[in-house]
Structure formats: C-alpha cells, structure tokens
C-alpha cells in the first residue's frame, strides 16, 4: 500500500479537523451564508436514489429560548429534579449556533435499505462538519437525553422523521486537539482471503 501524504492544503486542513464543544465556541456564528455553504457540501454525500434522508433545521437565536422550554419540559417528564430542569434549560441556549439534524430513513424503497440511508445521512453530517471547518468554523455533534424527548422531537420533526443530534457551532477560542490516537492501519487494509481477520 502507498504510504499516505497530505496531498495539498484543503487535505490537510481536513484531516485536522477536530470537535469543539460549546464551551469553546465564541461569536461571529456561521451565518446563513456559511450554514448553506456546508448544507451544499452536505449534499455531496452518497445517495441512492437521491432520497435524501437528512435535513439541517437551524435554531435562530430568537427561537433558543422557546426551545429551552421545551427541553426543560423534557426533562420534567423525565422526572428529573429542578437542578437537572434547569441544566437542562441551559444546554439549549449553549453555543453560539445551533443545527438540528433529522433522519428520515424510509422502508418502502426498493434496492435502497435503511442502512443505506443511515450511511447517507452520516456521511451528510460529516461534510456539513467538514463544510464548517472549511469556513473557519468549529462544531461538535451532541446528543443527549433532549434528543430522545417527545416533547423536542414534535416541535421539530415532520412527517416520519426523528431527531438524530445537536450541531453547535462558532468561532473556536481556542485550537482543537485529538480525543484519539488516529492509525489509519486500525481502519484500512487490503484483503486477504481466508486470512486472519
Ligand atoms: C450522533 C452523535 C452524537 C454525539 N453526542 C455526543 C454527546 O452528547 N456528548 C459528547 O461529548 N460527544 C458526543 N458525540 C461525539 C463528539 O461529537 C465527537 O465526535 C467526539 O468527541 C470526538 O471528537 P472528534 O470529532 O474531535 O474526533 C457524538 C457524536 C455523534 C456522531
């Protein structure tokens, strides 16, 4: 196998892209223009049939708070204590920017099965992080009790869709770092038949 280079600067500046998390993002935001130039990226990814199982909601500021009390009432049906309510309340104003990511992964599609349509929204996802980094931006994807709300979930899904994640983005206020070693090896191998997994 050919030992992997860096192949030029957009390589490399991908390859360092790491997650930052709100507490670490500051303004300016990615504004509509940025948010819609990773959206654009984001439909690179691959796509069988095109069904584009993924859609971006971007939360706008004036929103944040009704959200808020939303996951505050997802958290008291949870019967979570007052404490936990109002941590609760505090994540969804969290971060400068904040994007939802919805799946609507569809079971009558011949040739296309779910996990086909699981890949395509991951590989969205990741572009549209990619997208963001690109601009000088950094992100990380967050989950969290709030996205398995019903509460959350109504307000934001339409028809025969689900709430997957949280997308916080911002200006970084400081330089990203790896969680993890990364060893292409542990990932990328050639075949050999018969041979030890
Ligand atoms: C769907 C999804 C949900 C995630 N939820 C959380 C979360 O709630 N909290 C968290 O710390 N990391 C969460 N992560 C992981 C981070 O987004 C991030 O990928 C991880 O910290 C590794 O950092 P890196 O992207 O710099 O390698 C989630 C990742 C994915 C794909």
């Known amino acids: 196998m050919v030992p992997a280079t860096p192949v030029d600067e957009t390589f490399a500046r991908l390859a360092a892209r790491y997650s930052i998390g709100p507490k670490h993002l500051i303004e300016p935001a990615p504004d509509a223009d940025a948010l819609m130039a990773a959206a654009r990226l984001a439909l690179r990814a691959p796509d069988h049939k095109g069904l584009r199982p993924y859609r971006f909601l971007y939360i706008a500021p004036a929103q944040r708070t009704a959200l808020a009390e939303l996951f505050a009432q997802g958290a008291r049906e949870r019967g979570r ?3 936990d309510v109002a941590r609760a309340r505090e994540r969804a104003v969290n971060g400068p920017t904040l994007v939802a990511l919805l799946g ?3 079971d009558d599609i011949e040739d296309v099965p779910a996990r086909e349509q ?3 929204i991951g590989a969205a996802l990741m572009n549209f992080l ?3 980094h690109l601009q000088g931006f950094g992100a990380k994807v967050l989950s969290g009790a709030s996205v398995e709300d019903a509460v959350v979930q109504r307000a934001l ?3 025969g869709e689900t709430l997957l994640c949280w997308i ?3 200006t970084p206020a400081r330089l ?3 969680r993890f ?3 292409p090896l542990a990932v990328l191998s050639t075949w050999a038949p018969h041979g030890p997994p």
């Open 157 to 159: 899904c339409g028809n």
């Open 118 to 120: 699981w890949l395509s």
């Open 81 to 83: 204590s007052d404490e």
């Open 176 to 178: 990203p770092h790896a």
């Open 181 to 183: 070693a990364d060893d």
């Open 168 to 170: 916080v983005a911002g």
């Open 130 to 132: 990619n997208g963001l």
């Open 104 to 106: 609507r992964v569809r």
